[in-house]
């Protein structure tokens, strides 16, 4: 008798449980998923001392798929994953990756922090402003003296109304692809100034190993500190779209070799949305890759097209790029090596895609 009289107290009590924890679950906004992909179908001619490679022809590439969560816990706590594929024809196989897995605590607009692979503070910042990040890499990215995420502690915030932004990376240096460790850790800064509506000026610098000094008795010799400083200048309004960029680079690739070297470069954008349906983009790149070692050595690049948003998040660009690289020897670009005892040119003409959903 005692247990049926304890059962409906019990029963009840359970059913309230059931409903207030499915009450506080339901004020936890669920998790959000999306993608982006980059795709393209042009006709590339990439020439090495005026032979043809092997990456020339006519074909699809997705240089980008990425697939994006991201969990807001509450005011305070969120995450993000952003996985990264890309496929290309002439490289015929898929590469997979985690290009972002953070933990985040926003403590105010002033102040935030991310621990895990995230964004560095400068090449994001020009893909921003500069807009066509589907078309091309910015500078440093597109010639291998910097990269647009890594793993690390990362901070930053807005001040004085958003016109002042400031983001701080301590990173392991090897890129969101290689998350090992090493003796040290990089650091990356940049400050931007909006002195008025749509005009941005911003300043920044890396230092670091790279990821090289590692511990080990087959680690190789570190040399070297690899250094880097930027600087921009922009302005984005009234479908206007111009700027440039500018770095000086020591050691870059020279971590490990005895050698030391300087770069340097520059690069130069503009486009024009003429109706809320087209627009015409174009840019010009010039870059010193090795002002000690082959101070022949030129890198130049341009490119230029129209684009049409038939739809929001779909985009297309009938476009023409061109790559020249002077004075010999083999130089990173967003083709892989390009080079060789003389000079290399890359000439691709063709449509390039952007879905984000």
């Given amino acids: 008798m005692i247990r049926r009289h304890l059962a409906v107290p019990c029963a009840i009590a359970a059913l ?4 207030v924890t499915t009450a506080a679950r339901a004020e936890v906004p669920l998790p959000t998923v999306g993608s982006t992909i980059f795709a393209d179908f042009t006709n590339l001619d990439l020439e090495n001392d ?3 490679t092997p990456a020339s022809g006519t074909g699809i590439d997705v240089t980008r798929f990425y697939l994006i969560f991201n969990e807001r816990l509450d005011d305070t706590w969120s995450a993000n994953i952003t996985t990264d594929a890309s496929y290309s024809s002439s490289g015929g196989a898929t ?6 897995a953070y933990v985040q605590a926003t403590l105010s607009k002033a102040l935030w922090g991310r621990l895990g692979s995230a964004d560095l503070p400068w090449v994001p910042l020009v893909e921003r402003l500069s807009g066509y990040r589907f078309v091309e890499h910015a500078l440093l990215d597109r010639l291998h003296f910097g990269t647009s995420a890594d793993w690390g502690l990362h901070g930053g915030g807005d001040l004085d109304d958003e016109r002042v932004s400031y983001a701080v990376s301590v990173v392991n240096g090897n890129g969101f692809r290689n998350p090992t460790r090493s003796k040290s850790m990089d650091v990356e800064a940049r400050l931007a100034v909006m002195p008025i509506d749509g005009f941005t000026v911003a ?4 230092s670091g190993k790279l990821g090289k000094d590692e511990y080990g008795a087959s680690a190789p010799a570190v040399f070297h500190t690899a250094s880097r400083a930027d600087a921009l200048v922009a302005y984005v309004g009234g479908g206007l779209r111009a700027g440039g960029e500018y770095f000086s680079a020591t050691n870059w690739n020279n971590v490990i070799t005895a050698a030391s070297d300087k770069a340097e470069g520059t690069s130069l954008w503009a486009s024009y949305r003429f109706t809320p349906l087209w627009s015409a983009f174009g ?7 090795s002002r000690d070692i082959a101070p022949d050595r030129k890198d ?3 490119n230029a097209g129209v684009a049409v948003q038939p739809i929001r998040n779909l985009d297309f660009a009938l476009a023409y790029k061109h790559e020249k690289v002077d004075g010999g020897g083999l130089v990173n670009t967003a083709y892989g090596k390009l080079g060789g005892r003389i000079a290399g040119t890359v000439n691709e003409l063709g449509l390039w895609a952007l879905v984000a959903f």
Avoid at 16 to 19: K, P, S, Y
């Fill in 16 to 19: 309230a449980g059931t409903i």
């Fill in 50 to 52: 005026g032979v043809k």
């Fill in 95 to 100: 590469d997979v990756f985690i290009k972002k």
């Fill in 203 to 206: 300043i920044g610098g890396y």
């Fill in 283 to 289: 840019r010009w790149d010039e870059a010193k890759t």
């Fill in 300 to 302: 130049e690049y341009f």
